[in-house]
């Protein structure tokens, strides 16, 4: 967690130098020889709006942790799961004109996790990859779930896209919280997706592929293994 | 006139960080210009002032070490601080080591920062100076004829006219009209100040970027 830490103190940080710098060039505003009162109130303003952004940033990891807190574990059917979170981005899938291929043993065996945690991971790897096609100009956006199991023992789940791919810099930094390379959102989505997954036992780790975009996995245990 | 007023460039990711700097520079009567990305300063003509550059060290793209070296690389010495929310002090040790001025943490301690952007001003204002005059000097010696340049080096030396005659088998009274015409070409006081410039010229012979970074 202590990447969490770094971070949020990262996103405080932000603002608390925005809030400094204002409280003081304020204060220089104020002195009889240099005094601005115009930009005394906008000095106070820029701060009034940054310590509105410092508790939003609180708020929403409050918000953020206290949902992730309660994780219920039993046996579950992957492809439900996966049929489920598809089912939740149906729309956004339509709208960014991808084609989706799934590629899933017909003996899939139910692995051990917490449903919900994991179609909440599924999601979140599948609108990233959706999201990192989108602004594609040129070559069809092909979406790929494929899921492997292994001798029994664990599964791996595949996402591929068909998008620029990770550079090297993004994938050096993509499990840090709050690292994005979008414009929108909080940049906690693979960071999340991994928290849930090693909650659940399992690992997940991206590959680059130069010529045919990015490809995050995860590994779950099959049930009845995990006590083993 | 406004040209040679300082300037203070920042380049940060954070709006509200770069609002809040530029207020503080500007109650303080300092001109300051902010960037969100590294690839943005690179791309805006400086003009030819004093300046410092005010650099985030974790930015979108360019990262703030790679800017550094791409400024080392372009022979741009502007003097950079450092200035992170991270507590990175590998990085800092990093930056420091390829030349930085300054490395603060955010959220800056106004007097901390004030300061250190006043001594970055300062040297720069300097170093500005000294390749000016450098320029001059170069410009001076590039008018002398070969024979005088010659001249000119053996009296670095410290050689005497005659032991300068003998050398370039020319007679002394040849060498003593050489010796005024340098004097006069260099702008060159006494011979001393004659072999101080001779100094600082082969100094920029040695360290040969000094004059060829770009200054706008």
């Known amino acids: 967690m202590s990447a969490l830490v770094t971070a949020i103190a990262h996103e405080v940080r932000q603002p608390l130098a925005a809030v400094t710098a204002n409280a003081h060039a304020g204060l220089r505003w104020l002195r009889a020889d240099n005094r601005r009162i115009d930009r005394v109130r906008w000095s106070l303003s820029c701060i009034l709006r940054d310590a509105a952004r410092t508790a939003e940033i609180i708020s929403r990891i409050r918000a953020l942790t206290e949902q992730r807190t309660a994780s219920e574990h039993g046996t579950v059917d992957l492809r439900a799961v996966i049929r489920d979170a598809i089912g939740l981005v149906q729309h956004e899938i339509r709208k960014c004109g991808a084609t989706l291929r799934f590629k899933i043993p017909q003996d899939l065996p139910p692995v051990t996790g917490d449903r919900l945690h994991l179609q909440q991971v599924v999601q979140n790897l599948t609108m990233n990859a959706l999201e990192a096609m989108a602004d594609r100009r040129r070559g069809r956006r092909r979406l790929f779930i494929t899921v492997s199991c292994n001798a029994g023992s664990s599964v791996v789940v595949t996402v591929r896209d068909s998008g620029p791919g990770f550079s090297a810099e993004a994938a050096r930094r993509a499990f840090e919280p709050f690292y994005t390379t979008k414009t929108h959102g909080m940049g906690v989505g693979l960071w999340l997706s991994r928290l849930l997954v090693e909650k659940q036992g399992g690992r997940l780790w991206l590959t680059r592929h130069p010529k045919s975009g990015a490809a995050v996995h995860f590994s779950l245990l099959c049930a009845g293994r995990a006590d083993q | ?216």
């Not at chain 2, 969100?36 to 985030?56: G, N, V, W, Y």
């Not at chain 2, 000016?132 to 410009?139: D, G, K, P, T, Y």
């Open chain 2, 1 to 216: 006139m406004n040209e040679k007023k300082p300037i203070v460039f920042v380049v940060d990711d954070d709006a509200s960080v770069r609002g809040g700097l530029s207020n503080l520079f500007r109650s303080v009567g300092l001109r300051s210009r902010c960037f969100a990305t590294a690839q943005k300063f690179i791309r805006h003509p400086r003009p030819d002032c004093p300046s410092c550059l005010l650099l985030d060290l974790r930015l979108p793209g360019l990262s703030g070490l790679e800017l550094q070296r791409e400024l080392a690389v372009a022979g741009e010495k502007v003097p950079i601080i450092f200035i992170s929310a991270y507590g990175d002090v590998r990085l800092a040790v990093d930056a420091i080591k390829a030349g930085a001025e300054e490395f603060l943490t955010k959220p800056l301690q106004e007097q901390q920062l004030l300061e250190a952007v006043d001594r970055a001003l300062q040297r720069d204002k300097h170093a500005r100076l000294e390749r000016a005059q450098l320029l001059v000097l170069r410009e001076r010696w590039n008018r002398l004829t070969p024979r005088e340049r010659a001249v000119m080096s053996e009296l670095a030396a410290g050689r005497s006219n005659k032991e300068i005659a003998a050398h370039l088998g020319r007679s002394e009274f040849t060498i003593k009209a050489h010796r005024s015409h340098i004097m006069e070409k260099m702008g060159a006081s006494s011979l001393t100040h004659l072999v101080r410039m001779a100094d600082r010229l082969a100094g920029y012979e040695q360290h040969g970027s000094a004059l060829s970074g770009r200054d706008g």
